[in-house]
């Protein structure tokens, strides 16, 4: 069964704007793993953030982790149109991965 | 919500034996899965995406012979690793998609050769 649980479900915003997705998980983890996911195709890996880290960066993405409250979040600044995708979060203990429901990102031009 | 079930979880097998791992949709018609695989301390590995009724897409450096992945219907892909050995060991783990629910995950099977 799925760990994490990601919210919102779905969101939608302009373009230029940022947008944060949140993840929670319930049990300990190694590290936690963001992917994105384009219609029709593969996941796409994002970042990793190990459990001793609490931020991270990579271009126009920003996670954080708080493993005190167990939860996690990706932000996007300036989003465009093309970050239009489904996200999820991933947390791996001891090599088994677990995935959230994901939340669907719409960015209108 | 979408549910998909893969079994088996854990699965040990001798070299040179075949194993047959199952994706599942509960819920919902998947009209695609998608098949990853992860080393360890590694993220994961798209293997190939698979569309009911029609051949695998198998991304660049995976098997086809040695990984067969069949769709036969909206609810049930298999992935069956073939003669396998040692470093087919690995953590593997399906996703499908729903005309609703988007994309959903199944729990994984830790693959051991012995």
């Known amino acids: 069964s799925q760990q994490g649980e990601e919210d919102p479900q779905a969101l939608s915003i302009q373009e230029g704007e940022n947008a944060t997705m949140n993840c929670s998980y319930k049990?300990?983890?190694?590290?936690l793993q963001w992917y994105r996911q384009n219609s029709g195709r593969g996941l796409v890996h994002l970042i990793l953030?190990?459990?001793?880290?609490r931020e991270k960066h990579s271009g126009r993405l920003r996670v954080t982790l708080d493993t005190s409250k167990k939860s996690s979040s990706l932000l996007i600044t300036a989003s465009r149109a093309a970050d239009t995708a489904s996200y999820f979060c991933?947390?791996?203990?001891?090599?088994?991965?677990?995935f959230g429901a994901g939340t669907r990102l719409t960015v209108k031009p | 919500g979408a549910v998909v079930s893969q079994h088996p979880s854990r699965v040990i097998c001798k070299s040179g034996t075949s194993v047959k791992i199952e994706c599942r949709s509960l819920d919902f018609q998947a009209t695609t899965m998608f098949w990853y695989r992860q080393f360890p301390k590694q993220s994961l590995m798209l293997m190939a995406t698979s569309n009911e009724g029609s051949k695998a897409t198998y991304e660049q450096g995976v098997e086809k012979d040695k990984f067969l992945i069949n769709h036969a219907s909206l609810t049930l892909s298999t992935l069956t690793v073939t003669s396998a050995h040692p470093e087919d060991s690995s953590f593997y783990i399906c996703?499908?998609?729903?005309?609703?629910?988007?994309?959903?995950f199944g729990s994984g099977t830790r693959l051991t050769v012995v």
């Open positions: 996703s499908a998609e729903g005309p609703l629910y988007g994309y959903t």
């Open positions: 953030i190990r459990s001793n880290e």
């Open positions: 049990t300990s983890i190694n590290n």
């Open positions: 991933a947390t791996d203990w001891n090599n088994d991965m677990r």
